[in-house]
């Protein structure tokens, strides 16, 4: 990639994430809550986790392993996110010392 | 042991591993995925905390203000992207433009420390405090975990400006710029995982 067009795809993935952020704002404020928005939600902070992992630290083509655990990270606390808001009771269960 | 593996005595050391294709070190990694871990672990108590508190974790957000987190957002992304600039003008040789985008990331990161004072000012006038409830105490606890990382993160910025205004570094050697951005790609990634969780999930 030229020096160029690798500067024009960090100028656009900085504004992605700006956009994904307003959207979020959007979302905290007007959205009605619900197993949607709760999706929308995870995949908006898996989409900015991917950017950054991949783009901003430069992970896309690097070390395997790194990238591999990095990257993981953003599926893991997304699904979470979807885990935890259909199964409340199960995981309050599991994690209950009595 | 083979000296002939040893460095010698002034030579350029480094945990560079260029062969195995990892940006910055294999240290700067080590206090990366320790740091990623502790934030999980917070992100754990969290989850857990909310299925034990489902009520409590429904109005919480509401409460907070989500202006402040949004704004917060915007300028630790900005911030991330500003040092992303500052490495590729040292890659091109562009000392003094890199300084000026890293100058612009520690102006993103004084402003984070200021807005998250006047919000916890204003949680403290609205009677939010860390005993309010479970989730309060949740967003202080990682809230504040979070504040000393972006100090502490801007203080190693400065110190990276400084160390590019006296010379150490040049378009192929400046492997302690690239550790500091990688730092602070960390510091984002932990707070774009703190807004929706804190924020915006009901």
């Given at each position: 990639?030229?020096?160029?067009?690798?500067?024009?795809?960090?100028?656009?993935?900085?504004?992605?994430?700006?956009?994904?952020?307003?959207?979020?704002?959007?979302?905290?404020?007007?959205?009605?809550?619900?197993?949607?928005?709760?999706?929308?939600?995870?995949?908006?902070?898996?989409?900015?986790?991917?950017?950054?992992?991949?783009?901003f630290?430069?992970?896309?083509h690097?070390?395997?392993?790194?990238?591999?655990?990095?990257?993981?990270?953003?599926?893991?606390?997304?699904?979470?996110?979807?885990?935890?808001?259909?199964?409340?009771?199960?995981?309050?269960?599991?994690?209950?010392?009595? | 042991?083979?000296?002939?593996?040893?460095?010698?005595?002034?030579?350029?050391?480094?945990?560079?591993?260029?062969?195995?294709?990892?940006?910055?070190?294999?240290?700067?990694?080590?206090?990366?995925?320790?740091?990623?871990?502790?934030?999980?672990?917070?992100?754990?108590v969290y989850?857990?905390?909310?299925?034990?508190?489902?009520?409590?974790?429904?109005?919480?957000?509401?409460?907070?203000?989500?202006?402040?987190?949004?704004?917060?957002?915007?300028?630790?992304l900005?911030?991330?992207?500003?040092?992303?600039?500052?490495?590729?003008?040292?890659?091109?040789?562009?000392?003094?433009?890199?300084?000026?985008?890293?100058?612009?990331?520690?102006?993103?990161?004084?402003l984070?420390?200021?807005?998250?004072?006047?919000?916890?000012?204003?949680?403290?006038?609205?009677?939010?405090?860390?005993?309010?409830?479970i989730?309060?105490?949740?967003?202080?606890?990682?809230?504040?975990?979070?504040?000393?990382?972006?100090?502490?993160g801007?203080?190693?910025?400065?110190?990276?400006?400084?160390?590019?205004?006296?010379?150490?570094?040049?378009?192929?050697?400046?492997?302690?710029?690239?550790?500091?951005?990688?730092?602070?790609?960390?510091?984002?990634?932990?707070?774009?995982?703190?807004?929706?969780?804190?924020?915006?999930?009901r």
């Amino acid at each position: 990639m030229t020096k160029q067009a690798e500067i024009k795809l960090i100028d656009t993935l900085w504004i992605v994430l700006i956009c994904l952020t307003l959207f979020s704002a959007w979302m905290a404020e007007r959205a009605e809550p619900g197993f949607i928005s709760i999706v929308i939600m995870a995949a908006v902070l898996a989409i900015k986790g991917r950017i950054i992992v991949d783009h901003f630290m430069e992970l896309k083509h690097a070390n395997k392993f790194i990238r591999t655990l990095m990257r993981a990270y953003f599926y893991v606390i997304p699904a979470l996110i979807i885990i935890v808001y259909l199964y409340p009771d199960q995981i309050a269960r599991w994690t209950s010392l009595s | 042991m083979n000296q002939a593996t040893l460095p010698n005595p002034g030579q350029h050391f480094s945990f560079t591993t260029h062969s195995k294709n990892i940006p910055g070190n294999l240290a700067i990694w080590a206090a990366i995925l320790s740091e990623m871990s502790e934030f999980a672990v917070m992100f754990i108590v969290y989850f857990i905390a909310r299925v034990h508190n489902p009520e409590l974790f429904f109005e919480g957000p509401t409460r907070l203000n989500t202006l402040a987190g949004t704004a917060n957002t915007l300028i630790m992304l900005s911030s991330s992207f500003f040092v992303v600039r500052s490495v590729m003008a040292v890659r091109d040789d562009q000392l003094k433009a890199a300084t000026r985008w890293l100058w612009g990331a520690v102006a993103c990161g004084i402003l984070y420390l200021i807005i998250k004072y006047l919000e916890y000012r204003w949680n403290a006038a609205q009677g939010l405090e860390t005993e309010t409830n479970i989730f309060y105490g949740v967003y202080y606890y990682v809230t504040f975990n979070h504040f000393l990382h972006v100090g502490w993160g801007t203080a190693g910025l400065v110190w990276v400006i400084y160390r590019i205004n006296s010379g150490f570094y040049t378009k192929t050697e400046h492997e302690g710029l690239v550790n500091m951005a990688l730092y602070w790609h960390m510091i984002d990634l932990a707070w774009i995982t703190i807004f929706p969780l804190l924020y915006v999930i009901r």
